[in-house]
């Protein structure tokens, strides 16, 4: 028993050391080709495709959008993003449930990235393993809808550790799930001091120019 | 490139025939003592802790109800499950991203079973990996809740196969989220023909005669 689990501690630490060399691979592909890399994390149902869908129609007259849809299975996220302008590709994961570097830059390769300046690769729905592999994306962004509680911080500590904006989505609907925001700043202060906090609606709009002029001036600054 | 993939798919293929083989281990133990052990599983925030406090509070005149809390980190849930009179333990599942039979196993002779009817064990908050592991329950539940959306067995199809029953929680604010049942139901079945659907309100109580009912149903047949 001992050994089967050091043996399978093992393959992991393989894994992550593999994975952190093909992320900063990516990193240096995408620096190259001046595309910004961003990668969407949240639990499944928390918005990630309404505000995705929202961003790209802020952002596509200033920018060439690209998308890589992470599913375990399925394609019905990428027709939206499709109609909404972007250029998409589909990635099945094939039951993983998260992305790593190597499919990320699979991803990229099939997509082909020299007539786009940004790309929202859009994570599995999940909120652990995602935070444990690095894409090798630019940033990384997570977001935590009102519906599931202002105590995530303290359930699924590393997202909000390597994350490096917080969106809280579906605010319309915080008094009706009594959803503390001051809760949420200090659950989130313990992990990461500091971490921009963004509510806003991707249904209605409400705060959505907080987080495309955050987003913008990642990307300027790249 | 290909070996190490093929490498890995290995790995997880033993993985998961040595899962097998212990679950249907637990799930013998579990009938000698004549214990109900359910698998409750749900994406971060459905409300797996609420509709666990409210169905302890329904049962706990008549069975013994043990709780084993499973989560990446924290133990916020089991002093929570501890207050509404269950028998709790936490496991820790060291950063994994779903419970495996062994440490069900595990769990069950730390928290020790001879005192108890059913036994809970609430899974990590994910919708991907713990549908892959069979922790050797007599009966899987999960719990969908309407915030996510009539759409998620399109994205996490597993789940939805191998659940016994499908809660859908939060139903009081299907309106607010143009939440389908219709849509859910033919969803659902094209996965899972059949498979019991109980639409309910941990929060309101709601719906959840039904939910009682069935798990009497499935306990005392055991």
Known sequence: MQDSEIKIIDVKERILADNDRAAEEVRSRMKEKGVFLVNLMASPGAGKTTLLVR???????EYRIGVMEADVDSDVDAKTAAEAGAKVIQIHTGGSCHMDAEMTEKGIDEMGVDDVDIVFLENVGNLVCPAEFDVGANKRVMILSVPEGDDKPLK??????????????????????????????????RLHEGMPIIPLSAKTGDGFDGWIAWLKREVNAR
Chains 1, 2 share one sequence.
């Open 55 to 61: 961003t790209i129609r802020a952002l596509k007259d």
């Open 156 to 189: 699924y500590p590393l997202m909000f550790q390597v994350s490096d904006v917080l969106l809280v989505n579906k605010v319309d609907t915080a008094q009706i799930f009594d959803f503390d925001f001051d809760m949420l700043r200090a659950n989130v202060d």
